[in-house]
């Protein structure tokens, strides 16, 4: 049966008791339209409720919402089953998802100036760092981008201490290899995950790659979001106020996360 998600702007007003009664009044009625209700994900500080239910199709989901509790989603998308886990985790709610890109810097310049094969040997060595990373940290790979890979989290502070891993393996390698230094800049963002053909689009992603552009080599550059979903978590982020960046009408507020010892 297929995987729909529904993503609801949520009221002022509306607190965690009151989502979880009304998703337990989802699950009273739900057999009655052949819907099941696996798990919720709430999004407080974007006021976002995100539902992920089996459904013959979206309108029997709808309806089950409907005749519950009246909270009507203003989208219902279907999804893959493995993109949903890796984005929302085996639990029942969680505060956000985050996407990650790693971007080689200077990368057409390593090319040109090392040669392609020296280049792609570089590029190996990143791949596998970054690849070594995500799997210890959570993260799950949605795609090679040619100088960079882009990946989801369930848990942004796991984003961002991926990113910190990342930067200090990559430190590593050019104090090994001072000739032939690797240096990355990576943006992070979290938000609401979207999907279609095994890959991840939408505002999220759009703010993590312009993030990523914006910083400098070395700098793991995150979103407001992000900095306050980890607070707590023992990170350390340099606020560098207000950034602007393509696409986005208006600037946008960035932090620097701190990740040399």
């Not at 009044?25 to 539902?51: A, H, T």
């Not at 990368?107 to 990373?133: F, K, P, Q």
Request: hydrophobic letters at 40%; proline letters at 5%; one cysteine or more.
């Amino acid at each position: 049966m297929p995987l729909y998600m529904d993503i609801h702007e949520l009221p002022d007003g509306i607190t965690p008791e009151d989502i979880a009664k009304a998703h337990e009044k989802d699950m009273e009625i739900q057999r009655k339209y052949g819907v099941e209700y696996r798990k919720y994900w709430v999004n407080e500080s974007g006021r976002k409720l995100f539902c992920l239910a089996h459904a013959p199709n979206a309108e029997a989901a709808e309806r089950v919402h409907r005749e519950a509790h009246g909270m009507i989603a203003e989208k219902i998308i279907e999804v893959q089953p493995d993109l949903a886990e890796g984005i929302l985790g085996s639990v029942q709610t969680n505060t956000a998802g985050a996407a990650v890109l790693p971007d080689i810097a200077n990368s057409t310049e390593l090319t040109h100036t090392l040669g392609d094969e020296a280049a792609m040997t570089l590029l190996d060595v990143h791949n596998s760092i970054v690849r070594n990373a995500l799997a210890e940290l959570g993260g799950r790979e949605v795609k090679h981008t040619g100088d960079g890979i882009m990946a989801s989290f369930i848990s942004p502070a796991g984003a961002v201490r991926c990113a910190m891993q990342i930067q200090r393996e990559l430190n590593k390698h050019a104090q090994a290899n001072p000739e032939r230094p690797l240096k990355v800049k990576v943006g992070a963002a979290a938000g609401e995950p979207v999907e279609q053909h095994d890959d991840l689009f939408g505002c999220t992603v759009q703010l993590a790659a312009r993030l990523c552009a914006h910083a400098q080599p070395e700098q793991i550059l995150v979103s407001n979001a992000i900095a306050e979903l980890c607070l707590g978590k023992g990170l350390l982020f340099e606020d560098v106020g207000e950034v602007s960046l393509k696409g986005f009408n208006s600037p946008v507020r960035a932090h620097a996360a701190a990740w040399k010892q």
